[in-house]
């Protein structure tokens, strides 16, 4: 009887063994298989406060593997089962089991790209945030007063404070957190062009900086003559000598520009008209780049007092005397029109 009983127990003994090893054999290949993803790969998006049990439902309905049950039982084994994070993840093919969680633990998400243009202004900054997707927009409809008293900056004027980059977020990234970023980064790069620049620049502050790299970067799409550009302007502001800037002017005019200077608007008074008076206009007009920032403290060399574009909108002929801007601007008038 005793024997019949072993003889039982190692029968059993051995079909556990078997049902045992089966089962660790398909549970290693189960962890080792890469997913069943496609060739252009597969996104997915996990809300917070999604479950494990979600998590693995989603991952069985997109096709991805066969069964739940391995998966849920190897995040229990490897103590993962509150670890995984919320977010938006690209899965790429070839990911296995074990490479998912470490991505989900990670939280290694997928990351957006919006990009903010030197010379933007404000307005076109917010709509460029507005349209993006994968920002959650938390102030449409909020004045500029109102949007800045939420960046915790009441009483600033938003022009020009945001610097101009290719930034990369996680989607669900607030409108808020995006702009609070920009801010951050211009403080930075304007507090160390400000510490480099000449103490004999009739510049009193590095705001006034901002605002003269604003004009520089709307005056010209040729970042190589930026600080020529500087170097024309600061003389002017040394000289006393309005700084005749055709882009304050149509910044102060608005949305009523309708593309051309005319006699009349050049001659309106207003805070931004640097024909009617001197010095820097109040605020920024636009978003400087470093170049830009870089030529403000930083203007070339010369004698340099005017400029105007080339007609073929290429960079600008600069020169020494009024004499001389107006024989290039009648070149310039006389190459738009076809005269030679």
Sequence with gaps: MIKKRCKYGLIIGLLLGIIASVFCFQFYKFSKRPFSIPDSGHVLVIPPGTSVQKISHQLSAAGLMRSSH????????????????AGEYFIKPGTTLRGLIDQLQAGRVIQHALTIVPGWNFEQLLLAINDDPHITHTLLGLTTEEIM???????????????P???????GTTDIAFLQRAYGLLQIKLASVWDKHYPSLPLQSAYEALILA?????????ADEYAEIAGVYIRRLEKKMPLQADPTVIYGIGKSFLGKLNTTQLKKITPYNTYQKIGLPPTPI??????????????????????????????????????EHNVAVIQYRKSLSGVK
Excluded: D
């Design 70 to 85: 391995w998966f849920l039982l190897y995040i229990r084994i490897h103590g993962a089962w509150n670890t995984l994070k």
């Design 149 to 163: 008293a939420r960046l915790n900056h009441p009483g600033e004027h938003p022009e020009g404070r945001f610097f």
């Design 165 to 171: 980059e290719t930034y990369y977020f996680p989607a």
């Design 214 to 222: 604003s004009i520089i970067e709307k005056e010209s799409s040729e």
């Design 286 to 323: 636009a978003l400087p780049s470093l170049k830009a920032l870089e030529a403000s403290v930083n203007p070339k060399a010369g004698q340099a007092l005017y400029f105007v574009a080339k007609a073929n909108g290429k960079g600008h002929v600069f020169s020494n005397t009024l004499q």
